[in-house]
């Protein structure tokens, strides 16, 4: 299957990432996104916490909490496939490993946010096409959660360079994204 080989071929690629680089790519990524017009409007904001060689949010996060933004990040249900967005108010202190050892908000610091609430959400996954269609890891808990966010909502998703494929192969319950940021470019899709 075209789709399962292209997933395991990127993250294995990804992977192999320095973390110097992952580091380096990571900072220039994030100086691009606080200076998109949409993120300086956005008042409430989710942002996933990375894992493994994703792209690093944790500066992002840091940013919004230092210019009053509101942050959330997702709690992850994995029976359900549901993703939950939850306030911090301390990065990353409130924060505790969950699902798959991914940091989420600690049993004492859940705060439950609407999701129609949210302004912009911050996406992973795992290749994206110029179209901005995405392809994550498999579970399609994005093409299940970003519905539930209201018309508006800003879709942004982070990747490298390397993440950047000619086709990801999209079926009709992908959620495509309206904005790709990499450490080369920033794409808006109309
Ligand atoms: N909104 C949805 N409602 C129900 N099932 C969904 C929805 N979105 C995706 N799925 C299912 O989730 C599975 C994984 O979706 P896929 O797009 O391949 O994963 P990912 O986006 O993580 O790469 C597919 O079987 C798909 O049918
Ligand atoms: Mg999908």
């Known amino acids: ?33 606080v200076c998109l017009e949409e993120y300086i409007e956005a008042r409430t904001i989710m942002a996933y916490v990375d894992f493994r060689n994703e792209v690093r949010t944790g500066a992002l996060i840091e940013h919004c909490l230092g210019s009053s933004k509101r942050v959330a990040v997702p709690i992850t249900d994995i029976t359900n496939k549901l993703l939950t967005p939850s306030e911090i ?37 795992v290749a994206f096409d110029l179209n901005g269609d995405r392809l994550g890891y498999g579970g399609g808990f994005y093409d299940r959660f970003l519905p539930r966010t209201r018309p508006g909502t800003v879709f942004v998703a982070l990747a490298f360079e390397m993440q950047i494929k000619e086709n990801v192969f ?21």
């Open 89 to 125: 108010l301390h990065y990353p202190e409130d924060l505790a490993p969950g699902a798959w050892g991914i940091l989420e908000p600690a049993p004492g610091c859940i705060r439950p946010v609407d999701p129609r609430e949210l302004d912009m959400v911050i996406i992973p996954g």
């Open 1 to 33: 299957m075209a789709k399962g080989e292209l997933r395991k071929d990127v993250l294995k690629q990804r992977a192999a990432m320095l973390l110097a680089q992952v580091e380096e790519k990571s900072a220039t990524i994030i100086k691009r996104i």
């Open 170 to 190: 999209p079926g009709p319950h992908d959620c495509p994204m309206h904005i790709l940021v990499t450490e080369e470019r920033v794409i808006k899709f109309s």
